[in-house]
Structure formats: C-alpha cells, structure tokens
C-alpha cells in the first residue's frame, strides 16, 4: 500500500472523558501512520474539549470540536468523519488506547476493506496499562464473513464477553463512501456492530489479524455499560430494518433474526421490569398482558436472573485478557 494510502483518520467521540482522553491521544499521535486525530466532546459538562486541546502535539494533526447538547456516539463519529479527509478511518474510544506501532501490522497488506486486530482487556486497577507490551501472538488471518460476524455478538450467560462488534477495525473511507455508508444516528448501543454488519452486506472484506494492538480499559461505570431500555429496541429494530433492506443467505438471515429475537427479549424483559418499578407490580402484570408474545422471554428472564447466583461458579477476573484466542510466540 503507498503512504498517502496509508494515512489514516483517528476517531475520539468522547463524554466526559477528561480523566483519560489525553491517554487516548497520546497514543493515537504516536502512530506514523495517523495524519489526523479528530475528537468530538459530545456535550460533556466536564473539561473534555479543553483537556483534549491541551495535548496538541504542535503537529496540526489534531482537531477539537464540541456538541453543546449530547448527541450520542454515532452523531459524534459521522461529523468527525464528514470533517476529516484521510483515506482510511480508524476508531478510538475515549478511555481506551493504541500500543505502539499498532498499525504496521494491521497495513502489511491491502486486501481488505476493513482489518481488525486483537484487543487486550485490561481491569482498571492494573497501572501503567498504556506503557505495557501486549503478547506477541503468530500471524494468523481470517477474514469475517457475515453470519459469523452476527453469531459472534449472541453473548451468552455465564459467559465473560467477547462479541466480534467489540473489534475495532481500520475502514477505507473508500468503501463507506461507495456504499453510503454511515452509522445509524438513532443508536445508541450496538452502533458499530450494526455499521459492520451492513458493510458486510455489502460485500466488504473483513479482515482480522491476531497482532494486539489495542488497549481497552475495563471499567464498572463505563457509558456503554448504561444504555437505555429504549436503546435495546432501536438495536432490535436495526436488526429487523437490515433484514428487509438487504438480500441475504437463509444462513445470515436465520443467524441475524436469532440476533434480533435475542435482543428483543432483553428489551423485553428490562421494559417489563421497567413497568414494575413506575406502577408495582401490578402495573407490570397489565403491561405484560399486552404484549402476551413476550411473557416467555420475561419469565425466562426473571427466572434466570433469580436463580443466577445459585448456578454462577466463582470467577477471579485476570488483570489481562485478549479477546480473540490466538497462538502465543515463544519469548
């Protein structure tokens, strides 16, 4: 791939992020390869934009800009692209980071419209996360197809989490533009998941490469961790707006309507849950009978939570994990 090809456009939507946006800076500023970084503070009541601003690197490669009402990460992340100009686009969350020289690997080669790498979760608690070496795993490849991609993002219970939306792949601007793609403003959880599975769709090469080169904060209080019951129905209904848009295999079909049922009885159950604390629980009891389709996931649902702790074996949580499995190099 030729250099000017190779720059890419750094993506930080960001909300009250000014304990750790300069981290996700710093190290974005670092990579060669990256021509711009673009934040958006998404009407943050905190300092973000001006902590953001404060670590120009004198370059000219970062640009700040501020929504005054909070728009949500896929308005945030559309205006950065529509500002930026860099072939390719890369996505940074706010309190994540890259490790150093993340994107040589990723651009060894050019037969993707998308390459992803592997991502390690690291605990809040582990210190100097940004300045640690990530495991060096063999050169395996593997490019996604679309209903594998989907079934990757069916979390299971019991199971610690590892969709394939938590990917964060480089994107030729390219292939976006040719295909008008951009992501769906009306979400707010699952955005990316949902941007990729149109890209696949379309018929995009997706790429993905065992390298480590992301770096991703595990914390309890993370704005993804609190979405809305009202973000689960949107996310359902993308599912069901790609399934009507889009000609698919019986294969990505039956996989994304497993999707779409397996979101749904999650909104199901929180809407249900929802009713009961603004009416008690007789309000709830009308509300589900309204809606006597979604009574099985609701009793599913208050089952399985109620008896959780009875069926959870004791975990310990390891400072350090990598979503996809892959072969360690001997040191």
């Not at 990579?31 to 973000?48: C, F, N």
């Not at 989490?161 to 792949?169: A, C, Q, S, Y």
């Amino acid at each position: 791939m030729t250099p000017d090809l190779q720059s890419i456009c750094v993506i930080i939507a960001a909300k009250n992020a000014s304990d750790t946006i300069a981290t996700a800076i710093v190290s974005a500023l670092a990579e060669p390869e990256v021509s711009e970084v673009v934040v958006i503070d998404d009407g943050s009541t905190d300092a973000t934009a001006a902590v953001a601003q404060s670590f120009d690197d004198g370059t000219g490669r970062l640009k700040v800009e501020r929504f005054e009402v909070n728009r949500g990460p896929s308005a945030a992340r559309n205006h950065a692209i529509s500002i930026s100009t860099a072939p390719l686009i890369a996505i940074l969350d706010a309190d994540d980071f890259f490790f150093r020289g993340r994107f040589a690997a990723m651009l060894e080669s050019d037969d993707w419209d998308l390459v992803a790498d592997n991502i390690a979760f690291i605990q809040q608690s582990v210190s100097g996360a940004s300045s640690m070496v990530p495991t060096l795993f063999a050169p395996e490849e593997h490019f996604l197809q679309l209903a594998e991609f989907v079934e990757g993002n069916i979390s299971k219970r019991g199971v610690e989490r590892g969709e394939t939306g938590f990917l964060k792949p480089v994107i030729r601007r390219a292939f976006l533009d040719n295909h008008g793609l951009r992501y769906d403003e009306a979400l707010r959880l699952g955005e990316d998941y949902e941007l990729y599975v149109r890209a696949l769709a379309c018929g995009a090469r997706y790429k993905v490469i065992r390298n480590c080169g992301y770096g991703a904060i595990v914390r309890g209080d993370s704005l993804s961790g609190r979405h809305r019951t009202e973000d689960l129905r949107q996310l359902y209904e993308a599912d069901r707006k790609i399934l009507a848009t889009y000609s698919l295999t019986p294969q990505e079909t039956a996989v994304l309507q497993e999707h779409e049922r397996h979101i749904r009885e999650k909104f199901e159950l929180r809407d249900f849950l929802d009713a009961k604390s603004k009416a008690g629980l007789g309000g709830a009891m009308t509300h589900a009978l309204k809606r006597l389709p979604a009574v099985p996931a609701i009793a599913q649902g208050i089952w399985l939570d109620k008896t959780a702790r009875y069926r959870k074996k004791p975990q310990q949580v390891a400072d350090i994990r990598y979503l996809l499995r892959a072969t360690p190099l001997n040191p």
